[in-house]
């Protein structure tokens, strides 16, 4: 879904590749749509036409094998359907019946699970999760609150860090349920601040059901919901499915074998366009399913209700429990009311769905390769968007709109001095200054744009290519940049149409003295994991640099030449927080005691030893 900034590594390409937050406001960027012929009301078949013309589009540009798709009207599948390949290699074609790892899907059956327990009385979706779990301690840096509830944890806003990398997958990964009793770890953010993704959110949830329950979580998934659904081909296991179904997986046409994965709550679903069509039924029919009632319609009707409308920091972001949501004044569905969906992404495999509850309409749309990320997300909504004409004979409107024109005059100096600096933003470290006192420029991810006033006075992004050719930078160019204050934090606001999300903040330079002078000094240079095991690591370096004044991490993933450059801020001798949007917050890095004179830092659960100390 949109309004979903993710802040770390894992998706750092996507964001580089985007040198913008247009990712936070309005998904991949994809080839335009076809174009569509008038449709007439119940002809579901023009919707079957035009979304395969969608898939085999995508098929063929990004070199995506395999993709499966269902469409829900209420309690019918009007179509289920699978194109290309579940395994090129054995020429064995992709169905309805095919199974993929669904990733992040799997999180709403994991809410669902911690939602009958609440039904039955063996959870409280506002007590803390402490309480429940031995062992499960996260620390606070600067002595704040650290009580997590299962709520903040369904909503992403418990605080926790978005991944603790090691064994994260590994051919032999620990149970979850022993890394979370294990857990000590820093906060990233105040529990209930903002929404910050966290797959290890879901993992302590998942432990949670299992604690709750007296049933290891695969068994109550399987016993509670799964088979309630009549989900036959599906299951939570930490390994693809040995079914005969089980699709392989991709980097666009080479075979990127899938790993085992440890926060099975949180991705570890095995499951099939025709299986996640039962758990859509089930939502439109007010918890029910082949007469059985698998969650109430009180519990439904929480999961759709946006729970953090009073977050300011969250801006337009809304979530339900589970559900990413976007309210009908802010739908990219203009005219077909709240809209709903989460999508996916594990090793190749690349997951959406969304829904139109209101009107009782459903699209999944399973692939299996990493090419197609953006694909699945366009033509879930490009299909429900087709559906919902064809089943209500509302046409949505379009939500795009032409950016306001730029102000063509020089800057005042208040305006210049009010936008330069240092940033910290959803894709990195960003920079702002003026050359002659007059013009904005941005250095962003290894690129340089004009920042140029606006009719509207917000302020937008021009490029030029070689510093001559301007270039359309399309749904980019239409995004607004404003600073505000937001509960005492000063934050960049990104605007497009009527959304907002938060997209930054300035940030002070480095002190030239005391500890935090001295941290940076001794850790600057090359890193590099010393604590994998068999682990998949996607980074394949670490570097920490300073440069105008901000300490920097540049990291490169093991499978691109991209490199993400984040924010490092000392707090004192011994910690630094990686920061993401704000300016006082982020995972904590930690300086760890010396050992024979190296100097070595943790993050993201893993440990980094310095191999090349860098010239000042």
Not at 435 to 450: I, N
Request: with cysteine; charged share 20%; aromatic share 6%.
């Amino acid at each position: 879904p949109p309004m979903n900034p993710r802040n770390t590594v894992h998706d750092m390409k996507t964001k580089l590749a985007s040198l913008s937050v247009i990712l936070a406001l309005s998904g991949c960027a994809v080839a335009p749509p076809l174009a569509l012929t008038v449709v007439t009301r119940g002809d579901y078949a023009a919707v079957q036409k035009y979304g395969s013309e969608l898939i085999e589009r995508a098929i063929a540009k990004e070199k995506v094998p395999g993709i499966s798709i269902a469409l829900v009207d209420d309690q019918k599948v009007i179509w289920s359907q699978g194109f290309g390949y579940a395994d090129a290699q054995a020429k064995r074609p992709a169905s309805g019946d095919t199974i993929y790892r669904v990733g992040s899907i799997s999180k709403l059956f994991t809410d669902t699970a911690a939602l009958q327990l609440v039904e039955r009385g063996k959870l409280k979706l506002d007590e803390p999760v402490q309480r429940l779990l031995a062992g499960f301690d996260p620390k606070s840096w600067d002595g704040t609150g650290t009580d997590i509830t299962p709520r903040m944890l369904m909503t992403h806003h418990s605080g926790l860090q978005r991944d603790s990398a090691k064994s994260f997958q590994s051919q032999a990964p620990e149970r979850f349920t022993h890394f979370v009793s294990n857990f000590n770890s820093y906060l990233a953010y105040q529990p209930g601040q903002l929404l910050s993704y966290s797959n290890i959110a879901l993992t302590v949830l998942g432990s949670v059901v299992e604690k709750q329950s007296g049933r290891p979580f695969e068994e109550q998934l399987k016993r509670e919901v799964l088979e309630p659904l009549g989900m036959s081909q599906s299951g939570f296991s930490t390994a693809a499915s040995s079914s005969a179904e089980m699709s392989q997986s991709y980097n666009g046409e080479a075979v990127r074998p899938a790993i085992p994965l440890r926060d099975v709550p949180a991705g570890g679903l095995n499951s099939s366009v025709n299986d996640l069509s039962r758990f859509m039924q089930m939502v439109f029919a007010a918890g029910k399913y082949n007469g059985l009632q698998v969650l109430k319609p009180e519990s439904l009707a929480e999961m759709f209700r946006a729970q953090n409308t009073d977050v300011k920091l969250d801006f337009d972001n809304r979530i339900g429990l589970g559900w990413f949501l976007e309210p009908p004044e802010k739908s990219r569905i203009v005219g077909g009311g709240l809209l709903a969906g989460h999508g996916g992404a594990i090793d190749g495999y690349r997951s959406e769905m969304t829904l139109l509850p209101e009107h009782k309409l459903g699209v999944v749309v399973l692939s299996n390769s990493s090419t197609g990320a953006g694909p699945v997300k366009h033509i879930a909504l490009e299909v429900l968007k087709l559906a919902l004409e064809v089943k209500t004979g509302i046409r949505p409107a379009s939500d795009s709109s032409e950016a306001p024109q730029f102000v063509d005059q020089a800057l005042a100096a208040a305006q210049i001095e009010k936008w330069v600096g240092n940033y910290t933003t959803v894709m990195g470290y960003v920079r702002v200054y003026s050359k002659d006192g007059k013009t904005l420029q941005v250095d962003a991810a290894g690129h340089t744009a004009m920042l140029r006033e606006r009719a509207d006075g917000l302020f937008g992004l021009s490029y030029k290519l070689w510093g001559m050719i301007p270039v359309n930078l399309g749904d980019l160019g239409a995004i607004g940049l404003a600073r505000q204050s937001v509960e005492g934090h000063e934050v960049l606001v990104a605007h497009q149409g009527l959304r907002q999300a938060l997209a930054g903040a300035r940030i002070p330079t480095l002190p030239m003295d005391g500890d935090i002078r001295q941290f940076v000094v001794q850790h600057l240079g090359q890193y590099e994991v010393t604590d994998a095991g068999d682990g998949k690591v996607e980074i394949q370096s670490v570097r920490f640099l300073e440069e105008n004044g901000v300490l920097i991490a540049e990291v490169k993933a093991t499978d691109s030449d991209q490199v993400a450059r984040i924010v490092l801020k000392p707090i004192s001798g011994n910690l630094a927080l990686a920061l993401g949007p704000l300016a006082d917050r982020g995972e904590v890095v930690e300086a760890l005691p010396s050992t024979g004179g190296a100097v070595e830092v943790r993050a993201l659960g893993l440990t980094f030893r310095k191999l090349v100390t860098l010239g000042n």
